[in-house]
């Protein structure tokens, strides 16, 4: 395929990192693509790019380098020391392609010169690789819930709005969104961020007849539970309750702990179960920040269900994984399928990438099985 | 549809017990149709026999009468006070429709004879109520494995050896099995003993255009399993171990904690799991009687996979259910089910109905989601 | 012993009543005593009352009778079918013996007033029944978090505010407390509201040289973190975190769910956690109401720890049981040891009944063995 | 304190090198001690020796260098990779006094001859040191059961067989024990193999005035149940069934899954659950061999109990640990109370050190409280 490029939103955070450096060390042949969806047999001559036609970019508003990121998640656990060492070098050259991100804390202008800002970088990138297309994907921070304003409602409206010097309109993720469409680059929101959620952006999408995807990447919790819903709905037993609690450590759990943060990710997190069981199931659900986990997360949930009779009865899991480990091949994934996408001409949301997301767009599917078969059936027709 | 009879083999046991008293419940309309798979929407129009369509009678080789068993099934949780209240009578009127089973120790004769005797009572029960057609259905206690004889290898080798006074050269499982063939009947093996599994009986099931389904009811651990290790395959994570300890009550516990006898059930839980993932799991599995749990069974799984990056992460599920309330929904649905494909003219193993069977005929799949697809397309086409 | 009077507050309550049936059903010879800590050997000559010297009776401020609220738990599975037979015609005996309880919304005059008819109703009982003594015992709903007020620091500051006609300087339960201490009676807190926590009633203890004990009984998550955190603490092993869930169905799950009554509860279960194991822990604890659960709550908690060369190593629990049931024969107990302190002449807060709660009065000691160390050492001096 | 030798039997095995990498590293001053008993305020007059101490050499029947080993426990996660790198060369220097261990398999002469070389080995390793005594502990593979013969009954039976050229009257654990008390040296058990536990050399240690301490470390699940059987016992709550399944990896996981070699673990698991509640307690155990696992171990227990009027309720706990990192700091512990043992003249089986064990020496109390208060006690006493 032709050269793609990857262009990250958080390149410096720890699941752009293990993405890099996942990608880095699959160039590398260092290690095989375990976790990686697009390496399945299944998706073997769906056409997408090849590890080494993937080009690496991104923007960040921290500038850690990024070996030295890769250096903490090896020490946390998440990228195993040979790897590192394989890897090293390609992260220093990467790292000449991460630009300084937005922020308005420091940012004086407005919205609008900032998202050419972006745009410019983008065009910039594409031009110096030589590549075909660059798919912009974000993994920045979860931001806290942004208020709904009126000029979110039309193009016009919002581009008005971001003209003004000083006026935030936007939250940054969606000004990121809003810059990449303008590059003419197609768009993934791996964060339950509000990005390209708003009626004005998306109108922007399809003027530009460009696809998107999203939102928030489907990594563990309510990856289990897309698995496991379906079972009491298909055996026709009555889930009553749904408990959940997640522990996470790194900078997700100080951020996600935070009540106003986790607005948009319990949100994101009980559309999904309510969907597939219903809507009428007590499903209380936290977030705990537990610095000691460092990258890694727990999950419990507990499901009391009613079976023949009346009966009740209950399951209970506990997932414990590493969430940059379970994200990052997502992220490969996502570049790879966005590009074929585009490649192939289609625009608008992207359903056939429900699989990957805890809040699909373009659809209501959230069953993990269907979803599957929806993007293998999609990939078979690229 | 025409009255169906639904003919259990092991009558009195506590999966009868329940179903029975299930059927008789939601005919009285005392309960809501929870666990019954084929009252979803779904299977609304697939011209299954309705609740008061369905004849009971069976075969076992205890006289317990079933109020009596019922009244213990109530004692231990199984079924409600005001249930067992509300079918008590009805309990009463399907005593009289269940007929001494065949057990090698007291029988004299042939096992011809035992045969000839058993599909006798099958033809005077559906003379006796009018009905156009029987399901024989086993839910009779595991057996110990019983080896395997040249005479199993054709129809005629194994009538020649059935014919032999004293020989025992089918376990009892068979033997219903063949009754239930000879007198025109679907089969269903809701147990993993041997039942149809014999060359010379499929012949004869083939001979006589009749279906048959099973073997072993998906109701607790292996029920998870199908629908969770598909997630791990789709999302190309490597599953290193999978283990499971089961912790049952009651009978069960009894026969299934003695090694030989769970020789077959340990072989049909394991065979679902290696077809899941791939085969090359280290997979130990447990049962324990612990006959302080009663009807309740509690099952462990503990799952370690690999995902990007070489990193190590784990699911483990706890599973607390009651056997008998999860099993006998799915023995009224199987009898639905049998009807109307025998109604339709099918025969031969039914692969459709893969849904409910630990280890099913006809079929190598045992992903949940697509079994549960293959049953719904089926039904849509009767 | 001589005739012991046992005296609810909260008699209509899911615990109150199922301590009634309780010891009416030991009374009646139809249970054995587990869970009754004063039932073991070690306190066999102890001088504790027996079953049948202990005459119950309370206040409540709502009027459905003691039979209804069993039936109730009956079907809730915390009192079996037969043993509510048994104990039918005793619980409308105890019925006569509860009195209205102490609410400001339906009280007019002040709270003197309030305390001398609660007063006067336990001498009432003590005369009418010809009792030695009278413990009185509150198991009544939480209470929100009542403000500190300077009136509560002395006695007769106190007493001045409550003659006050409309004040309301005192919450409910330490109304109660007061009213105890007034009529000569030891008193016991078994839940986390106010009660005898203030310095004035503590003064007014003294002086009338009664014991007394609290605050919170010790049932679940609590009792199974007192066994388990000097495990970390003597093996010398790092606890970094500790997180709890608890899931709990009933009025209780309805009352601490609520953000402000919790206060009071979660401060008291994380006071001992601090003290086991030196307060520098990670500790999220939450209570969710899933009204599905019934009687039943489910709690589960995760222990991250640090061991030899900084490893890090976990622990979790899942613990499954019915409030009621477990905090019954406590309540028994509790009055069994309070008869014997006071016939003893023992007076002020009772350290040696710390086994029993979540928040002990008078000792810091909150590990279970050492606690049970106390307890039978001190009744060996009884 | 004088210079105290620790000789490890299995010195080169995963709980060596762990615990000789650890030591190195606490005299290094590069790890705190977590996870060692003996560092806790409450033994800091007992007059232990200190870490540098402590001399280290031992036996084994692999010749692979300390370093190998520690580097692949650092691969493993077990010791952190600056550890390693801060012990390297400490681990050559000790792999220096470490001698060719006892095996049948290879050894020609009489097993007296046997013995003889290993305690030539023990008094050269205190004179080339210039040490006052000579800790040895076991710490090698668990062995299959040894059948029980009429020679172990008395000492003077067992060296006359000893004495004859090809006669195998003792496991290698055996031999190692009676050449450490041979050569004047207190010795521990911390394996669950036969070692000490025969009259014969229990007969020479009395003889020998020497004390002597195990067996079998108590480092995981056993460790977790001697904390919370005694809650249930003190509650009154009436255990029914308790059963327990053991994931293991690394070599321990081959050894032990094995059934014969496991005959000696689970009977050394067993006695202390029967006794700590009772004997009448459903407890069915497993040990699985899960090689994916590494040096981790999972332990899941599930406890059904009865409380109050007869209600049923489940505590349910996992344990995931490293084996290693749990045993290690034991046997630095161990070695500082033995040495303070010997120096205070103590002879016979120790029971204050029942603490670390499953199946302790000397006393039949498995309640960790109170064998931490009898451990604290005796250390007092020094």
């Avoid at 939103?9 to 720890?14: D, Q």
């Avoid at 912009?136 to 008005?160: D, G, I, M, R, Y």
């Amino acid at each position: 395929m032709a050269p793609t490029g990857l262009w990250l939103i958080g390149a410096r955070g720890s699941v752009a990192t293990t993405a890099i450096s996942g990608l880095l060390a699959l160039r590398a042949k260092v290690i095989r693509p375990v976790g990686c969806v697009s390496a399945l047999p299944t998706f073997e001559h769906a056409g997408l790019p090849d590890w080494d036609e993937i080009h690496l970019g991104g923007h960040d508003i921290v500038d850690t380098p990024l070996e030295k990121r890769a250096e903490l998640l090896a020490e946390s656990g998440v990228i195993p020391p040979a790897v590192f060492e394989a890897v090293r070098t390609g992260l220093s050259e990467v790292d000449t392609e991460i630009r300084c991100g937005y922020h308005p804390a420091t940012h004086a202008g407005s919205q609008a010169d900032a998202a050419r800002r972006l745009s410019d970088d983008l065009a910039e990138f594409a031009q110096r690789n030589g590549l075909a297309r660059v798919v912009v994907l974000s993994v920045s921070s979860t931001e806290p819930v942004f208020p709904s304003l009126p000029e979110h409602a039309t193009l016009k409206a919002l581009e008005a709005a971001m003209a003004v010097p000083g006026r935030t309109v936007l939250p940054p993720s969606s000004v990121s969104a809003y810059a990449a469409l303008r590059a003419g680059c197609p768009y993934v929101d791996f964060t339950p961020s509000t990005g390209i959620r708003l009626p004005g952006l998306r109108e922007l999408a399809g003027l530009s007849d460009l696809p998107y995807a999203g939102c928030d990447g489907k990594t563990g919790e309510t990856l289990v539970r897309s698995a496991l819903a379906p079972m009491f709905a298909t055996r026709a037993l009555a889930v009553r309750s749904w408990a959940g609690t997640n522990l996470l450590g790194g900078g997700d759990g100080l951020t996600l702990a935070d009540a106003e943060h986790a607005g948009s990710k319990l949100a994101s997190k009980g559309r999904g179960l309510a969907t597939l069981l219903g809507g009428e199931v007590t499903a209380p659900l936290h977030i705990d920040n537990v610095p000691d986990l460092g990258e890694q997360k727990v999950a419990w949930d507990h499901v009391s269900f009613e079976g023949f009779l009346g009966v009740r009865m209950s399951l209970q899991f506990t997932w414990s994984g590493y969430d940059s480990a379970l994200a990052a091949p997502l992220v490969l994934d996502l570049a790879r399928f966005m590009a074929a996408a585009h490649a192939n001409g289609e625009s608008g949301p992207l359903a056939p990438l429900a699989f990957f997301f805890k809040d699909p767009l373009g659809t209501d599917e959230h069953r993990l099985a269907e979803q599957f078969a929806m993007l293998a059936e999609w990939a078979g027709s690229l």
